[in-house]
Nanobody
Framework: QVQLVESGGGLVQPGGSLRLSCAAS????????MGWYRQAPGKERELVAT???????NYADSVKGRFTISRDNAKNTWYLQMNSLKPEDTAIYYC??????????????????WGQGTQVTVSS
């Protein structure tokens, strides 16, 4: 099994900062792309940022210059540093990863996993 556990959400005033973390554990062979998505009330889930195993990061236009995605491969953990937060950033944030997992028969295979979600509320 593979699990993604998120942490770091909460309530923050406009202009404030939060850092989200997502830790992957379990029968992991390798973690390929990692990312963050969010879903606001009444809206569809949208991509926030991604970071592949090699190559450049990618951000939604709405968060460019304010959010930074990073990863710690040794810890199987990735982060989303969110600065200059706005009320429109309020959403449930989900981490996501394309992971090659190990199976009990020794084989490996890719699968996309999601975290449980963490609430971020930006309000005065």
């Amino acid at each position: 099994q593979v699990q993604l556990v998120e942490s770091g959400g909460g309530l923050v005033q406009p202009g404030g900062s939060l850092r989200l973390s997502c830790a992957a554990s379990g029968r992991i062979f390798s973690i390929n792309a990692m990312g963050w998505y969010r879903q606001a009330p009444g809206k569809e889930r949208e991509l926030v940022a991604t970071i592949p195993s090699g190559g450049s990061t990618n951000y939604a236009d709405s968060v460019k210059g304010r959010f930074t995605i990073s990863r710690d491969n040794a810890k199987n953990t990735w982060y989303l540093q969110m600065n200059s937060l706005k009320p429109e950033d309020t959403a449930i944030y989900y981490c996501n990863a394309d992971i090659t997992r190990r199976y009990s028969d020794g084989s490996v295979g890719p699968y996309v996993y999601w975290g449980q979600g963490t609430q971020v509320t930006v309000s005065s």
